[in-house]
């Protein structure tokens, strides 16, 4: 093997094929002085400024080193002195079977072995047929290549000029003069992709959070990027087939967009972050190489001793019986606003959430996903399940209540602009059977410290009500109402309501 | 040989200087388990799992930039997951690089450049070596020497390519590594910690029954699993209890292209047998597909518990969440299983009750059997129980004997605990409509055991006893709880 390669490099020098152009070493990029802006949804502005040899006059420039997925129609091109004549994306690939069927009606070498001896026959071969085997003349013969099954190389002069080993992009300019100019050529192309990834150490104890935010980017576009100056904007652009929604897509690979949960009051704040138009950029502080098939990760936040607090939700989705008490959802709450909180917009991305355990060694207790959160918002992500506060949903009665019972509990109250009340009754079809619910809520806590449940019962659409609780709910929407259940440590506290319903 | 003088060229080649960390000095792993897994059992060619690996590692970085690459981490890794600390401000960025180097990625990389192409007689053995230029590998590979323009291996000869240097930025493992600046020379500690996935846990019950049925000795093993090939040796070992929340992230594996050959049509009108066609199909594509992980062995049928002494993890809240520490370091080796004591209570209070959930109708089937307790220290318990499968024993003549087998999500403490063990065959539930009454129902219950049984029937909140017994409202449920007299039987009589 070693001399193999040794005797290989010899020949090299030796014997150099001075009649082929000479191609570059993957080493040395054809790729200028290039910028690329990445969206988050699998999107990238690539511009790439380019010293070019132009003679005057018209000629056809091949560009290499562009995204092996470029969109070919998004491609232009601008430089000072230079037209564009036409821009072409050649496809037709140099293939052994493209070869051959590109040489029918030409000839070609055929060098045959002897299997027993090895010994080597050269012939001329006119190729006139390539359908399902190749028919060729040799001399007066007409021959099916390899019908034999003896060993023959075929040897062609020369690859046709139409037949390319890649996808390519070439133009063919005018410019007004010979000589060296930068000319800038820019695309879009997918396979690029970024989002944030945050490392949040929350301290229960203290009711404080360290916050590390990385700008995590992909490139799975088939090609690197030399020496790119790169920006990061925090939001999807065109593409208007996905809607325009954050695909979070992480090379050619969306996921659903970040869930919605998790921001309670969208803030109001502008941080003091560059903006363009609706998004925020992320300009990464230096060039960088962006290899293909890589991840690469750069801080950009890093937030000492915000607030933040656990809190535990539980929503029960309808009125019905739960088989065990389930776990609620442990939920971190914190603000990225100025005053109490991270104090910056948070670009989307995924929050890991890392607590210490008795020996000081932090460990991983959940992560949630974030979509682009505007500075001052209220969050609050569900980042796992509590293992000792439950809630346990039971119906304890249903039946049918009179219509009179019904009507008591429709009522509306109009306030008149002389500030006089009037109490209507709502209009209800009579004869009609109306039911009654009786839930109770069993809300058990095991660890050593009091809790508050923020308990939800959904699925009340339909004009349920609530006519009797033990303890006073708010109303969040025509679907849901909310309990703030305070529990003892190591007790549990029983919500009782009764709700009136038309089904 | 000719492969490590390749690499030392490729490596001078870099600009940077490359700092290799081969592997970790000690690590931590806090395994987690699946969430979504339920209470299945575990699956050891498909661990749904994760853990969070802690290391540290000693490193000597030069003065000015370097990349300093992080070896022997596992393949599973969330690379979006890696925290590097002890560097302070000396990163620039964290990478991850997943172009390996595989046949088609070496081919691909010789695309225009100078090859040598070999050729071996079939007839005598000899090989002749000539310079090629690679003109496409897109879909088959054309060559280009002094000759002119051939296919590679369309001829029928024994003939192949050899690259004369591996190329830069591809590797044999996807690599995880940090460029850094430093002003001069230093030696740091770093820590690494990231998200690893396949990786699972369970808790593995073993109840042994007494023979009045109302004591169940109990252990329970924690049962981890490794499904990464990598090892994390002499770990300081943790698993977390109880769910929590992961977010579905797309890791980039590895990219190994293998090598496509095709050829142009060929056709033939003889039926001799054509034996270089047969080893041209042979290798007309290289795939490199991945190591398929061997049919991973059937779970271990639980063990008996060892004596009564030993290594027992140690239980301690983290947050929501329960952590379970082993006290000694512990090697958990790539795609392997290790089992260790997570908790031993020696007298426990069950019942053993049959159970039956009907809303009416005909049926007629066995009771399912179903431990009932309590999570309290009066009970023998008291003490969290994380989810995972449950093995019942009874014994017999000395012996140990097989009773049930069933599984248990997590239980805090003070919580009812039930868990269903068995199907009991003899003791049997009848229903029949009445025809008489509308909704009217008949349940019958007989047992065929010498000794009498507890019944629990759970019936809609709209049931109402009409004979034979009383309806009690429990926990949503309309309850007859029963005691069947041993070879005996019991009727209730409901509508709904």
Redesign the interface.
């Known amino acids: 093997?070693?001399a193999?390669?040794i005797?290989?490099?010899a020949?090299?020098v030796a014997?150099p094929?001075a009649a082929?152009p000479q191609?570059p070493?993957?080493?040395q990029t054809a790729q200028g002085d290039i910028a690329v802006t990445i969206y988050n949804n699998n999107r990238a502005l690539i511009e790439d400024k380019r010293q070019l040899d132009l003679p005057a006059g018209r000629s056809r420039q091949e560009f290499r080193d562009v995204s092996a997925q470029i969109e070919p129609a998004t491609v232009t091109l601008s430089g000072r002195g230079i037209g564009i004549v036409e821009q072409n994306f050649d496809f037709d690939?140099?293939?052994?079977?493209a070869?051959?069927?590109k040489a029918v009606g030409q000839t070609v070498?055929l060098?045959r072995?002897?299997?027993?001896?090895?010994a080597e026959t050269r012939e001329r071969a006119l190729i006139l047929a390539?359908?399902?085997?190749?028919v060729m003349q040799i001399g007066d013969r007409i021959e099916?290549?390899?019908?034999?099954?003896?060993?023959?190389?075929?040897?062609?002069?020369?690859?046709p000029a139409t037949?390319r080993?890649?996808p390519t992009l070439s133009v063919t300019l005018d410019a007004d003069g010979g000589g060296r100019r930068p000319v800038t050529l820019t695309y879009l192309t997918p396979g690029l992709a970024w989002a944030a990834?945050y490392?949040a150490l929350?301290d229960?104890t203290s009711g404080r959070m360290d916050v590390?935010g990385?700008i995590?980017l992909?490139n799975?576009s088939g090609t690197?990027y030399i020496n790119a100056s790169t920006l990061l904007v925090a939001g999807a652009v065109g593409n208007a087939g996905n809607g325009g929604e954050d695909q979070y897509g992480?090379?050619g690979?969306p996921?659903s967009p970040p869930p919605p949960n998790g921001m309670y009051r969208a803030g109001t704040e502008s941080a003091a972050r560059e903006r363009l138009g609706d998004f925020y950029l992320y300009p990464l502080p230096?060039r960088?190489t962006i290899?293909?098939?890589?991840?690469?990760?750069?801080?950009f936040l890093d937030v000492h001793g915000a607030s933040a607090a656990?809190g535990y939700e539980f929503r029960n989705g309808w009125l019905s019986?739960a088989n065990?008490?389930l776990?609620v959802n442990?939920v971190l709450r914190f603000s990225s606003s100025r005053s109490a909180g991270l104090g910056d917009a948070l670009p989307a991305g995924?929050v890991?959430v890392y607590?210490r355990?008795?020996r000081g060694?932090?460990?991983?207790?959940?992560?949630?996903?974030i979509g682009h959160t505007p500075m001052g918002s209220d969050i609050g992500l569900?980042?796992?399940?509590?293992?000792?506060?439950?809630v346990?949903p039971?119906?304890?009665?249903?039946g049918t209540v009179t219509f009179e019972q019904w009507r008591q509990t429709a009522r509306y109250r109009i306030w008149r602009s002389d500030g006089q009340a009037e109490v209507v009754d709502v209009e209800q079809p009579v004869g009609r059977t109306f039911y009654q619910t009786q839930m109770r809520y069993v809300v058990?806590n095991?660890?050593p410290k009091p809790v508050t449940v923020d308990l939800v019962q959904a699925g009340l659409s339909w004009d349920t009500r609530v006519v009797e609780e033990s303890l006073k709910s708010e109303k969040l929407s025509a679907d849901d109402v909310r309990w703030h259940v305070p529990v003892p440590a190591?007790g549990e506290t029983v919500v009782t309501a009764t709700f009136y319903t038309r089904y | 040989?000719?492969l490590a003088?390749?690499l030392g060229a490729a490596v001078q080649?870099q600009a940077q200087a490359i700092v290799t960390s081969r592997g970790p000095d000690q690590v931590?792993v806090?395994v987690?388990r699946n969430p979504d897994r339920g209470l299945d059992p575990l699956n050891l060619s498909w661990l749904g799992g994760y853990a969070?690996v802690?290391e540290t590692r000693r490193v000597r970085l030069p003065a000015g930039e370097s990349e300093l690459r992080f070896e022997a981490v596992t393949s599973g890794i969330v690379?979006?997951?890696?925290?590097v600390t002890g560097l302070g401000e000396a990163?620039?960025?964290?990478?991850?690089?997943?172009?390996l180097l595989s046949p088609g990625a070496l081919l691909d990389?010789s695309?225009?450049?100078?090859v040598?192409l070999?050729r071996t007689?079939?007839?005598?053995g000899?090989v002749r070596?000539?310079?090629a230029?690679v003109?496409?590998?897109?879909?088959?590979?054309?060559i280009?020497t002094?000759?002119?323009?051939?296919?590679l291996r369309?001829?029928?000869?024994a003939e192949t390519l050899?690259a004369?240097a591996v190329?830069?930025?591809l590797s044999a493992k996807p690599t995880l590594s940090v460029?850094v600046r430093s002003p001069q020379a230093v030696e740091r500690t770093v820590t690494l910690?990231y998200?690893t996935n396949n990786f699972d846990w369970q808790a593995d019950y073993v109840g042994d029954l007494s023979a009045d049925g109302h004591t169940l000795k109990l252990f329970a093993w924690l049962t981890l699993a490794n499904g990464d090939d990598t090892g994390l040796a002499d770990a300081a070992t943790?698993a977390?209890?109880?769910?929590?929340?992961?977010?579905?992230?797309?890791v980039?594996r590895?990219?190994a292209k293998p090598i496509t050959l095709?050829?142009?049509?060929?056709?033939?009108?003889?039926d001799?047998?054509?034996?270089?066609?047969a080893m041209d199909q042979e290798g007309i594509v290289v795939t490199a597909s991945r190591m398929k992980a061997g049919m991973a062995p059937p779970p271990a049928p639980p063990s008996a518990p060892v004596f009564e002494g030993g290594v027992i993890a140690q239980e301690?809240?983290?947050?929501?969440?329960?952590?379970y520490?082993i006290p000694i370091s512990v090697t958990v080796a790539a795609r392997s299983q290790k089992q260790v004591a997570l908790l031993r209570q020696p007298a426990v209070k069950v019942d053993s009750i049959l159970r039956l959930r009907t809303a009416g109708g005909q049926l007629d089937q066995p009771l399912e059997r179903v431990l009932v307790t309590r999570n309290r220290p009066a009970e023998g318990l008291g003490l969290?129980l994380p989810a995972g499968r449950l093995a019942l024993f009874g014994t017999r003549q000395g012996h140990r004997i097989l009773l049930g087998e069933g599984s248990i999500?997590?239980h805090?403490?003070?919580?009812?605990v039930?868990i269903r063990v068995a199907t009991a065959t003899g003791v049997r539930a009848r229903q029949l409509p009445v025809a008489e009454t509308a909704g009217d129902q008949a349940l019958t219950l007989t047992n065929d055991l010498a000794q009498p049984q507890t019944v629990e029937v759970e019936l809609p909140?709209?049931a109402k006893a009409v004979s034979g017994g009383r309806l009690v409202?429990r926990?949503?449920?309309m309850l007859w709880r029963v005691r069947v007299p041993a070879n005996g039987t019991a009727q209730l009589r409901y509508r709904v």
């Open positions: 093997m070693r193999s390669i005797l290989a490099s020949i090299a014997t094929l082929q191609i070493s993957p080493s690939l140099l293939t052994p079977a070869l051959m069927q070498t060098v072995t002897n299997p027993a001896t090895g390539v359908n399902d085997g190749v099916v290549l390899r019908d034999d099954g003896i060993p023959a190389r075929v040897i062609f002069d020369k690859v037949l080993p890649r990834d490392v929350f229960e590390q990385w995590t992909t799975n690197p992480r090379g690979y996921s230096e960088t290899a293909d098939k890589q991840t690469k990760q750069v801080s656990r019986t065990q008490p776990s442990s995924t890991r607590q355990d008795a060694n932090p460990q991983f207790v959940g992560e949630h996903r569900a980042t796992g399940q509590a293992f000792d506060v439950k346990r039971i119906v304890d009665n249903r058990s095991a660890s190591n | 040989m000719a003088l390749a080649a931590a806090t987690y969070l802690s690379p979006q997951s890696a925290i990163v620039i960025e964290k990478n991850r690089d997943a172009r990389a695309l225009g450049e100078r040598t070999r007689s079939r007839a005598t000899a070596t000539q310079d230029i003109r496409a590998t897109a879909n088959g590979i054309v280009q002094e000759q002119g323009l051939e296919a369309c001829s029928g000869l050899l004369r190329p830069p930025g460029r910690s998200i943790q977390v209890a109880g769910k929590l929340n992961r977010e579905r992230i797309w980039p590895g990219e095709n050829c142009w049509p060929s056709g033939t009108t003889s001799i047998p054509q034996t270089y066609d301690e809240r983290l947050g929501d969440v329960r952590l520490r969290p999500d997590d805090t403490i003070g919580e009812k039930e909140l709209e409202k926990d949503g449920w």
